[in-house]
């Protein structure tokens, strides 16, 4: 579900509900909604349109900025509350209209009506017709107030349609126009819900709770949402999105519905192609931090569930990841002990509590150069294993701190219960030897406890080290914490070694292990490395089943069946190229 919506109204343009704002806002707080924006139908300085309950009264503007700051500051916690409005473009209202955007943070274009040849206002509805002229003119407003950076968005781009009887060439022109303007000056177009909510849900001016069949039915010959103009958009690089465009306070609780209404208008194919702006980057907004940033791209490089992007500020480049739940204190003890220990990874530049969403995000600085990734594909097999060796010598720093393994182990074995347990729940496991791999499971736990247990980074793999500068910078470090060395490499042996791993890859990774255990690689550590496989298995096996993934389980039992085949099992296994 889109969580944000920047359109709603309020009692005092005199045709919404009346009711105090702070009711709109409980209600999308309800629904689950982090993000709204307060946009009633503007003021006017200088009363121009003067139809009587259309627009709030100028009088009442402070008021109605004071309380939105009021609401801003008391749901704090649970929502983001920004002020703006709805306004018209109209030449010669360019100064008022930007002294509103000045005291807002957005401004969304509804575009209701334009001057017609008289300097009449025309006005958008069911029976007031458009020329072709006027329509031009419709754009060129669009285009003025673009053009003078007044909205943050256009509402209802396709109004126009209320003019017009059918969508022809002339309805195709404008919107093409519509769509480059949109297009230059990169503003989003809004899909308006509102005309579809008053058609159905609120049809005859009064709420029904019918079914959505009923609803369904109700749509004939809409104006808007229009399907040919949304197709004409998706062949734009334009963002949109939704907007409930409230009045009444049960059109929030139907939001949904009515987007499945306005997909089924618009069709699936052309929703598909549409390019929503994404929760993510609603989020992003709420970063003080990249707030005057240059670019902000998704880094989209190895297997993470955090957020990641990367985002340059002053010339300077940052890395950001954003993590769920509150976890400030954490992610910085586990920085002092890289510090502590001198182990090379990126610097915090800043970090904060996103409480409205529950997440954590942390800006660090960017560490150019190559992941030991980039490397195995660049260098020989003798250059890997020496900077394999370096990264190795750096981990070993880590046995340094380390824990009472008793604690340890109980937790562990807490741990890996739970994870036999989830396998026993799954029927379908055709590629695998349950029982089997439950007992060497078990049993191959036991060189795991003998080993003294230490600080580790949890995933040791190819793409979390960084080379700059001959340095080993390691990256993806939130997981840090005390447990048995060799779990540490769980994420190599199932993504790099299957069985048929390449020569480079081995090589770096020999390298790995031969610095951490300073050239004597214990017999019995192939046995963890083993280990670590089924466990690694069994973790993915959790996370599938916790999404009720069965595409992704049955992967995961392929490859783990694969693995499994290839090595004869794991029981008295040896790791040829370890040494
Ligand atoms: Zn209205
Ligand atoms: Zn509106």
Redesign the pocket.
């Known amino acids: 579900m889109q969580d944000f919506n920047y359109h709603t ?1 309020t009692f005092r ?1 005199g ?2 509900d009346l009711i105090e704002d702070e009711e709109y806002v409980k209600e999308y707080i309800k629904m689950g909604f982090k993000k709204i924006v307060f946009t009633d ?1 503007c003021p006017e300085r200088t009363l121009i349109d003067t139809r009587v309950n ?1 627009r709030m009264q100028y009088s009442l503007k402070n008021e109605y900025l004071a309380n939105i700051q009021k609401l801003r500051e008391k749901y704090a916690k649970q929502i983001i509350i920004e002020s703006g409005y ?1 306004v018209e473009y109209l030449p010669g209202e360019e100064a008022s209209l930007l002294e509103l955007k000045k005291e807002t943070d957005k401004i969304l274009l509804g575009q209701h009506f334009l001057y017609d040849r008289n300097k009449n206002l025309k006005i958008f509805g069911s029976k007031n017709k458009f020329t072709k002229e006027e329509l031009k003119e419709y754009v060129n407003y669009i285009e003025e107030a673009v053009k003078l950076r007044i909205p943050s968005l256009i509402a209802h781009p396709d109004i126009y349609m209320l003019g017009r009887d059918s969508f022809g060439k002339t309805e195709s022109e404008i919107a093409h126009r519509i769509c480059e303007i949109a297009e230059k000056y990169s503003v989003p177009l809004e899909i308006n819900l ?1 005309k579809i909510f008053s058609d159905t849900y609120y049809k005859d001016k009064k709420l029904n709770d019918d079914s959505i069949q009923v609803q369904r039915k109700r749509i004939i010959d809409i104006a808007y949402p229009c399907k040919e103009f949304w197709e004409v958009v998706a062949n734009y690089n334009i963002k949109v999105l939704y907007g409930i ?1 409230v ?1 009444h306070k049960g059109q929030i609780s139907l939001f949904n519905n009515l987007v499945t209404l306005a997909n089924e208008i618009i069709g699936k194919n052309t929703i598909n192609k549409l390019n929503f702006i994404t929760n993510d980057e609603v989020l992003l907004e709420s970063i003080p931090f990249l707030k005057g940033c240059f670019s902000v791209t998704q880094d989209l490089r190895g297997h993470s569930s955090a957020l990641r992007y990367v985002c340059v500020k002053d010339g300077i480049t940052y890395f950001v990841k954003i993590y769920k739940n509150n976890r400030i204190e954490e992610l910085d003890s586990i920085q002092s002990i890289y510090d502590r220990l001198g182990i090379p990874t990126p610097k915090i530049v800043e970090n904060g509590y996103l409480e409205v969403y529950d997440k954590t995000y942390v800006i660090y600085e960017y560490i150019k150069g190559k992941t030991l990734k980039e490397l195995t594909e660049e260098l020989e097999v003798e250059e890997l294993e020496m900077i394999g060796k370096m990264v190795g010598n750096y981990l070993s720093k880590f046995k340094n701190i380390s824990d009472n393994k008793e604690i340890l182990i109980k937790t562990c074995n807490s741990e890996f219960e739970s994870l036999i347990e989830i396998l026993f729940k799954i029927k379908k496991n055709k590629f695998i030897n349950t029982d089997r791999v439950i007992r060497n499971f078990n049993y191959l736990k036991e060189y795991l406890y003998e080993t003294c247990p230490s600080f580790i980074h949890k995933d040791v793999n190819l793409n979390n080290v960084i080379i700059y500068n001959n340095v080993p910078y390691f990256v993806d470090t939130d997981g840090g914490k005390i447990s048995f060395c060799a779990l540490d490499f769980r994420g190599i042996c199932w993504w790099t070694w299957d069985g048929d791993n390449k020569l480079n890859e081995q090589a770096m990774y020999r390298g790995i292990f031969q610095g951490l255990f300073n050239n004597k690689i214990p017999d019995n550590f192939h046995k963890e490395i083993a280990f670590t496989i089924y466990y690694e298995f069994l973790l993915k096996v959790q996370e599938a089943f916790v999404n009720n993934d069965h595409d992704r389980m049955d992967f995961i039992f392929k490859k783990f069946g694969k693995i499994f085949a290839k090595t004869n099992y794991f029981e008295n296994y040896k790791f040829e190229w370890f040494s």
Do not use: R, S
């Open positions: 109204h343009c045709h919404a139908h259309i709805e509102n465009d009045h």
